[in-house]
Each structure stands twice: as structure tokens, then as C-alpha cells.
């Protein structure tokens, strides 16, 4: 099992670490990289400023030129890792844009949201169910070879069951799998219903994959600071893990473990939501 398609997601600004990782995975399983570049401010001014005003004319020429900067660079990172590049340039608004483009993709690289930013793309694509899984890349780094030691973080949740199905191609090439066993999280059911227990561990040797057992006791902010600190003493390289949210008109409302994990990590994070 492999990714074959992979869209990247390109700030405008900033590290572009998390592309560099996009592309190394593109090279590592033979998968096309679809980079997209979402030109925010030209269409945000577009809806307040008459078409041929000087303002609007300046920021398209700045911005545009920039997005062509972006792809020659890229498409040079690309030919050197021997990647099938796909570049998309749209204006919009990111997460939305992601959300569309990201329907025939496998897996979905954004960068981390960073201190001082009062927004990100991930807190929304991560609160809006894409069916996709996102990873969240730091823009320190570099992160070579992505899922060489990973930390699965477990509460028996739907969402945790489609990080760890949707992260099978990590887990497969990975040389050391740990999983973090957490408090079940119990879904509202009728009480005549049983509450059989998800059995990740048979799950992964059914797959091939042998991994490691730890439990915790931790819930909520405390589960993800139990995470970080897991896979920092395990030398984990990536973690994957569900997250909770909900968007409620652009108010982006995160679980604790999901929150503190996106405020502190410190590595490549997969999610699923």
C-alpha cells in the first residue's frame, strides 16, 4: 500500500519545509505531488475594490509574480527529488481551495501554524471532515525519511481507527511502531448496545506490522501533552493521531489533545477527522 497522489499545500510565506516533505514522500512512493498555491488577498480585494483600480492591479502583479517564483522554485526541488509535479495556482480562500482539490488526493501536507500567526489553514481543514488525511509538517526541520519511528496515539475513537487505516502506508515502512493507548473514547450509544472494543493491536500484526504497547491514564489537554512527550522518549519521527473539532462559521473549535498537539509538536503530525 502506497500514497500515489500527494497535494501540498504552498504558503505564500515562510518555510517550505513542509513542501520539501511533500516532495521527499513523492519520491519515496513513486506518488504525483500536486502543489497548490491559494492567492488569498486578490480575491479577498477583489470583492471590495473596482477591477481596474490601481491598488487591485498592483497586489495581482506582486502576488502573481510571486506564485511564479514559487513554481519555478519548486519545480526545481522537484526535478531534483525525480517527482511528477502538478502545480495549481487559484485564487481563494486556502482551506476551501484544499478542501476541493483535495477530493482525488491521498493525503493532504500543510505547514504548522506558527506563534503570531491569528490564523491557519490547518485549524480549519483539521475541524472540517475532508475524508482525507492531513499531515501537519513543522517549519523547522529538515524532517527526512517521515515515518521511520512513529507514535500512534489510541483511545479506540472513530477518528483515531482512520488515522491509523489512513496512515497504513507510513505504518508499513516504518521500522518501529509504538502505540500510545489512552482512555477509550466512548461514543452515545443505547444501552442494550454492547461497546466491543476496537483491537488495534491485532489490527497491525494482521498487516504485517509489529508494534510496540503503552498506556496511559490522561484525557483531554493532559492526553496531548502525554503524546508529545511519548514520542519525543521514543524518537518518534511522525505521529499520527484522530482529531476532534467542529467549525462553526469560521470559529474553530479543537479538542484538547488535538490543540495542544498542534500548538507544541515538534514533528510531522498525521491526522484524521
Known amino acids: 500500500m502506497a500514497f500515489q497522489d500527494i497535494l501540498a499545500h504552498v504558503r505564500p510565506y515562510g518555510s517550505i519545509e513542509p513542501v ?7 519520491g519515496r512512493f513513486d506518488a504525483r505531488v500536486t502543489c497548490l ?11 471590495i475594490l473596482t477591477e481596474n483600480s490601481a491598488p487591485l492591479q498592483t497586489l495581482i ?38 478542501a476541493i482539490v483535495s477530493r482525488l488526493q491521498e493525503l493532504v501536507v500543510v505547514g504548522k501554524t506558527e506563534p503570531g500567526e491569528s490564523w491557519g489553514v490547518v485549524e ?3 475541524t472540517v471532515p475532508t475524508g482525507r488525511p492531513i499531515l501537519v509538517v513543522p517549519s523547522t526541520g529538515p524532517f527526512f525519511d517521515t515515518g521511520k519511528s512513529v507514535l500512534v496515539a489510541w483511545n479506540g475513537s472513530a477518528q483515531a481507527a482512520d488515522a491509523v487505516m489512513r496512515g497504513t502506508p507510513f505504518l508499513t515502512g516504518a521500522e518501529r511502531v509504538v502505540v500510545l493507548s489512552g482512555s477509550e473514547e466512548r461514543e452515545k450509544l443505547p444501552p442494550v448496545t454492547p461497546r466491543p472494543e476496537p483491537d488495534v493491536m491485532a489490527y497491525l500484526k494482521r498487516h504485517g506490522i509489529a508494534a510496540e504497547l503503552r498506556r496511559t491514564d490522561v484525557s483531554g489537554a493532559d492526553a496531548g501533552s502525554a503524546i508529545l512527550d511519548a514520542a519525543r522518549d521514543v524518537s518518534a519521527d511522525l505521529i499520527v493521531m484522530g482529531a476532534f473539532g467542529r467549525s462553526r462559521l469560521r470559529e474553530w473549535v479543537l479538542g484538547g489533545a488535538t490543540r495542544t498537539v498542534l500548538d ?7 491526522m484524521a477527522h
Not at 37 to 47: F, G, K, N, S
Request: proline share 2%; hydrophobic share 50%.
Open 37 to 47: 498555491y491559494a492567492l488569498e488577498d486578490v480575491a479577498r480585494m477583489r470583492a
Open 124 to 126: 480549519e481543514i483539521v
Open 20 to 26: 520539501e516533505v511533500a516532495l521527499r514522500l513523492g
Open 61 to 98: 502583479e506582486r502576488d502573481y509574480a510571486a506564485a511564479a517564483e514559487a513554481e519555478r522554485r519548486i519545480r526545481s526541488l522537484a526535478e531534483r527529488e525525480g517527482v511528477d509535479l502538478a502545480w495549481s495556482a487559484y485564487e481563494g480562500d486556502a482551506a476551501d481551495l484544499i
Open 264 to 270: 507544541y509538536m515538534d514533528v510531522p503530525v498525521l
